[in-house]
């Protein structure tokens, strides 16, 4: 296949550069043998002697020749430069071309070419699966069964304006109305002119069904916020009843009862007394259950403050104390060393006293109790653990341990007020971090939770 830079070796250059070496050499020849007869001395040769004047009237056409071939071979040369140089342009044009058709058919939005009489003179495949091919028609017929498809057009403003405009489309697809999004923008020649438009077009049918989704969601969610606050308000009310009106009454019962037992306990015989420990044993109960409510109501509300907490010494006090309560229980604490954290040092407290005080408790029946605190590393996560060695329990009641109010042994045996645990759950959550129990029965329980 010949190429612009590969002309045909009989071509005008060629022809031309031919043409003047022929003439060139005819007139040397000529020349030569003008200067050559005279000195031959024959008649003819001295007839026609050629003067000084005639033979530079040779040379000077034979020099201008000359200098035509050179310039000749250097315009053709030049030339065939520039056609390198066009050839190379046109590739690279071709080449833009390629990719740029490569892009505009790939993306998902309709993409179209329109020219001054609105035709479609282009479309990607994108375009086409959304309105169809519509190549040379009016960019109305491709809105056909919408019936205000020219009113407020935005390519006609941006065409008009020669700003991008956007604007909205209805659009009938298979009996489906169907939301486009349209975009369109000016294309001008060099001169500034606007000779055509490019217009983009996006179905927001689905987003839109979703930003409608999400609007009602958030009406929702502000309904449920608004509950919510009421519900805190209600919380808040009835937090201070307990503090305060609750406790009030509940501390007159103990007095008045523990007055009783001292004025006239030897005259109510042993039912009477019975039924003074029965009040007193339950006023103590209540007492502990509105102090463990109120717990759980402070971790909940209360703002978090994080500090690098040493769970480690905390841990030791909280065991200190437990010792200090029972002098006579003999119980192991294993605590690894240099344990630290990130969090609310109160509220990690209120944790771990509610977890060691859970295994103070269901080792009580155990002979050479253990209590063990570490932590461990799990896929690049710290892990703390508390190990326990009493009465462990099932695990398929695993899923209520966490559970306000809810007890897994006998309350006659392991008393408490069913909060501690909801507790702990309340403070890990807090801090972004997980609980999870496991235990075996008569072998001990295991808690694990993290602090990110």
């Known amino acids: ?53 005639a033979s530079l009237f040779h040379l000077i056409p034979l020099i201008a020749q000359l200098l035509l071939i050179f310039f000749v071979r250097r315009l053709f040369r030049e030339r065939r430069l520039l056609v390198r140089k066009l050839e190379a342009a046109v590739a690279t044009t071709l080449d833009e071309k390629a990719r740029t058709d490569a892009v505009i058919a790939a993306v998902g939005d309709g993409v179209c070419m329109l020219d001054r009489g609105f035709r479609i003179v282009y479309q990607n495949r994108a375009h086409e699966r959304l309105l169809g091919e519509h190549g040379g028609e009016r960019c109305s017929d491709a809105y056909g069964e919408d019936p205000d498809a020219c009113r407020d057009c935005p390519m006609a403003r941006a065409m008009d304006t020669g700003e991008v405009c956007t604007g909205s489309r209805r659009f009938i697809s298979k009996g489906e109305t169907r939301l486009l999004e349209i975009t369109s923008s000016p294309v001008r020649n060099a001169a500034g002119e606007i000779v055509a438009g490019v217009e983009v077009v996006r179905d927001v049918t689905e987003r839109r069904r979703s930003e409608e989704e999400i609007k009602s969601l958030n009406a929702a969610l502000e309904r449920r916020a608004r509950d919510l606050a009421a519900n805190n308000r209600e919380l808040e009310a009835f937090s201070h009843s307990l503090s305060h009106d609750l406790s009030a009454p509940l501390a007159k019962i103990s007095c008045a009862v523990e007055t009783l037992r001292e004025t006239y306990g030897e005259q109510m015989g042993d039912d009477g007394r019975f039924l003074l420990s029965c009040i007193c044993e339950g006023s103590s109960q209540m007492d502990d259950l509105m102090e463990a409510l109120l717990a759980l109501n402070q971790v909940s509300r209360k703002d978090l403050r994080r500090e690098k907490v040493d769970m480690g010494a905390l841990v030791s006090q909280l065991a200190l104390d437990l010792r200090r309560s029972e002098p006579a229980r ?46 461990v ?36 045996l392991f008393p408490g007020t069913g909060v501690g645990l909801a507790t702990v759950q309340r403070v890990i959550e807090r801090h972004g971090g997980t609980v999870t129990a496991h235990g075996v029965p008569g072998h001990g329980a295991t808690f694990t939770f993290t602090l990110p």
Request: glycine share 8%.
């Open 330 to 375: 003999r119980i192991d604490f294993v605590i690894a060393p240099d344990l630290t954290a990130e969090g609310d040092p109160s509220m990690l407290r209120v944790a771990l006293q509610n977890l060691l005080s859970n295994a103070w408790k269901f080792t009580r029946n155990v002979d050479g109790g253990r209590i063990e605190f570490g932590s």
């Open 377 to 412: 590393d799990r896929n690049g996560e710290r892990v703390f653990y508390l190990r326990d060695n009493g009465a462990g329990f099932d695990m398929r009641q695993v899923g209520r341990i966490f559970e306000v109010f809810q007890r897994l042994h006998d309350e006659s």
């Open 1 to 53: 296949m010949k190429t612009m830079s590969d002309p045909p070796k009989n071509g005008i250059e060629s022809i031309i550069v031919t043409t003047l070496v022929a003439l060139t050499a005819f007139w040397f020849a000529d020349t030569v043998i003008d200067a050559v007869i005279p000195q031959m001395g024959c008649e003819c040769g001295l007839l026609h002697a050629p003067t000084v004047r």
